[in-house]
């Protein structure tokens, strides 16, 4: 039950942050300064730091056992590399958006991701694409033209077109973000020790 | 879509490998956000140009709290979001990564100006919705299922001799997945294995190949015994 819902409880959390994070944009642009790209900066060196630390403690790693830094293979260079840069795109659509839009609209607008992520799943990793996902994905997508309200639909009360236009852009980069992530994570990571456990038994026969 | 999937799927080709449960990838989360953040740092510079954005270490206080603040949290969600999708199906966890905008919305009218329309709320609703129908209707654990991909050194033979071909004798993936789904422990059991062994023997090429073979007869029995007891299970 415990490791059934732990991924998802840690997306939730990482939704709080970055619900946190936009609102720090709008402070920003609110004083008057538009940092997006400084806190992006910011960002990267506090993910630098943790992350490269998480890294050296790696025990795997340090044994001189584990995958390399940047991958073993050209493919997941690729794919690391893409998904990279991709989601540096969707980060700085979002903070540009965010300084536009009010801050719910943005997220909200941002959100259309998991369509993009969604569609592009289908196609591109051979998900299942079940019912539920699909009546969920429509009622997020009409929730999100609520908020946007598109000129056409409610008249003058639209929201600022570039902040829309940024938000979407910044919904389909973080779309292919989740992609790239979802390649990367198709295999199980299984320590060597499991491994050689098992070549050993498989000698043994 | 399709420049998408064609891009994808020719760097496969390039690099001699297919998106499968056959795809050997693994990476720590941690390698990837390393990864992520280098591109945060180099490209945030000229992005900063770009958008014109002042570029200055002279911010003043509040703004450098915020902008430290805004990235360790910005940081934390990362990791967090990396993990959860690296072990989650797509939809389900970008549905949960849309509290973003519940929250939005609380912090929207807590600390902005700007306010939260009908509409906006009516939006907002209908997005935390479908976050609930996904949860709903997570699919429960599947029974016992068991899959063996197996390509066995030796299956491959020399077209001038019919001899086994010894040049690249390896054995290259062996990966076993079983989810057990005992009534007694609920217990799920997960193994993946690769074992990775390479020879220029032909005895021993030969002998491996005898040894695969018989490993995959011995899972395909498990594998039904594990049906039965499946089977127990669910009427028992």
């Not at chain 1, 929201?159 to 992609?179: H, R």
């Amino acid at each position: 039950m415990y490791h059934r819902y732990l991924p998802l409880f840690l997306v939730f959390l990482s939704g709080l942050g970055f619900s946190i994070q936009t609102l720090v944009v709008k402070l920003l642009s609110m004083n008057g300064y538009e940092g997006s790209f400084s806190l992006v900066l910011s960002r990267g060196i506090c993910q630098l730091v943790i992350c490269s630390w998480l890294v050296y403690i790696d025990e795997e790693r340090r044994a001189g056992k584990g995958p390399s830094l940047f991958g073993d293979t050209n493919y997941v260079r690729w794919m690391l590399f893409l998904r990279s840069v991709i989601g540096f795109g969707g980060i700085a659509f979002s903070f540009l958006a965010t300084e536009k839009l009010a801050v719910g609209d943005s997220s909200t607008l941002t959100m259309m991701s998991p369509i993009f992520a969604a569609i592009m799943g289908i196609f591109i990793l051979h998900e299942p694409w079940r019912l539920p996902e699909f009546f969920a994905s429509i009622m997020a997508l009409a929730g999100a033209v609520l908020v946007a309200k598109p000129s056409f639909l409610f008249g003058g009360a639209a929201a600022d077109e570039v902040g829309v236009i940024l938000a979407l852009i910044s919904a389909i980069t973080a779309g292919i973000a989740f992609i790239c992530i979802r390649i990367l994570g198709t295999s199980a990571k299984m320590p060597y020790a499991n491994v050689r456990h098992q070549q050993k038994h498989v000698i043994s026969l | 879509m399709s420049f998408l999937y064609n891009s994808v799927h020719a760097t496969q080709r390039r690099c001699n490998c297919s998106i499968s449960d056959s795809c050997i990838i693994f990476l720590t989360y941690a390698q990837v956000c390393v990864s992520q953040s280098l591109a945060q740092i180099f490209l945030s510079i000229p992005g900063a140009y770009i958008a014109n954005q002042p570029w200055t270490l002279n911010v003043g206080l509040y703004n450098a709290v915020l902008i430290f603040t805004g990235g360790f949290i910005g940081c934390f969600s990362q990791i967090a979001m990396t993990i959860g999708m690296q072990r989650e199906k797509s939809a389900a966890a970008t549905a949960m990564r849309m509290s973003d905008v519940f929250f939005g919305y609380i912090w929207q009218i807590l600390f902005t100006a700007d306010a939260a329309s009908g509409t906006s709320i009516l939006g907002a609703i209908l997005v935390i919705s479908s976050i609930f129908v996904i949860i709903l209707f997570k699919p429960k654990d599947q029974p016992a299922k068991l899959n063996v991909d197996a390509k066995v050194a030796g299956d491959t033979v020399n077209p001038i001799d019919n001899s086994p071909n010894v040049e690249d004798v390896e054995i290259e993936l062996f990966t076993i997945n079983i989810d057990d789904d005992d009534k007694e422990n609920k217990n799920t059991a997960n193994i993946d294995t690769n074992m990775k062994h390479e020879s220029n023997s032909m005895s021993s090429m030969l002998q491996w190949n005898q040894i695969i073979r018989s490993k995959i007869k011995n899972i395909l029995k498990r594998e039904e015994k594990y049906d039965e007891l499946a089977q127990e299970s669910r009427h028992g």
